[in-house]
């Protein structure tokens, strides 16, 4: 009778911990039904319906605390616009690759006018959108300041990474600047003349 009662709750316990960390994972899925974005009625990023968002969490090689760190340590400094972005899957991992128009340049060998490639961590994927940090990769027709260095690896040719995964890069809407999210305060602006560029 004692050992019945000890199985019995033994397995309570445990479809209680299954169920729990099922709840937990379900609640950090955000379900939308929508195509369109309701604040600027445009397309969402995947021609699709996104159905959840899944944003991952981590520590980056490369911290930043201020825009002067990060403009001695990038390789380009640009201001770009975005005219396609297409996400893939290469082992696990969603990365978009963008083909991104060069208007400006502020550091670098890169020239006004060409299109350079811009790798990222996240993007759309089977209708879901995978961020890092609660930072979306690149959609076509964005404008951006970006910090970049050359990509070494396996997983594209020929193309560049922001510095800091996500820190070096400046959305540009209705003449502001959109800072990234979970950056020091130090990469915190909200107007072009903050990042010093001349």
């Known amino acids: 009778m004692k050992n019945t009662r000890q199985i019995i709750l033994s397995t309570l316990a445990l479809g209680f911990l299954v169920g729990g960390g099922y709840l937990f994972l379900d609640s950090h899925t955000i379900e939308t039904s929508r195509a369109y974005d309701q604040t600027s009625h445009k397309p969402a990023k995947s021609d699709k319906q996104t159905f959840k968002k899944v944003d991952v969490s981590g520590e980056v090689v490369e911290g930043f605390d201020s825009i002067k760190k990060l403009n001695e340590s990038a390789e380009v400094i640009a201001e770009v616009e975005i005219n396609e972005s297409e996400s893939f899957q290469y082992e696990n991992v969603v990365f978009t690759l963008?083909?991104?128009?060069?208007?400006?340049?502020?550091?670098?060998?890169?020239?006004?006018?060409?299109?350079?490639?811009?790798?990222?961590?996240?993007?759309?994927?089977?209708?879901?959108?995978?961020?890092?940090?609660?930072?979306?990769?690149?959609?076509?027709?964005?404008?951006?300041?970006?910090?970049?260095?050359?990509?070494?690896?396996?997983?594209?040719?020929d193309a560049y990474v922001i510095k800091g995964v996500y820190q070096g890069k400046f959305?540009?809407?209705?003449?502001?600047?959109?800072?990234?999210?979970?950056?020091?305060?130090?990469?915190?602006v909200d107007n072009e003349s903050q990042l010093g560029l001349d």
């Open 98 to 157: 963008s083909d991104a128009k060069v208007k400006q340049v502020y550091k670098g060998d890169v020239q006004p006018k060409n299109v350079i490639k811009i790798l990222e961590t996240g993007g759309y994927k089977n209708g879901t959108e995978y961020t890092f940090e609660g930072n979306e990769a690149f959609e076509t027709g964005e404008k951006a300041y970006v910090y970049l260095e050359k990509y070494e690896g396996p997983v594209a040719e």
């Open 171 to 188: 959305l540009k809407e209705e003449g502001k600047l959109q800072s990234p999210n979970g950056v020091a305060k130090g990469l915190q």
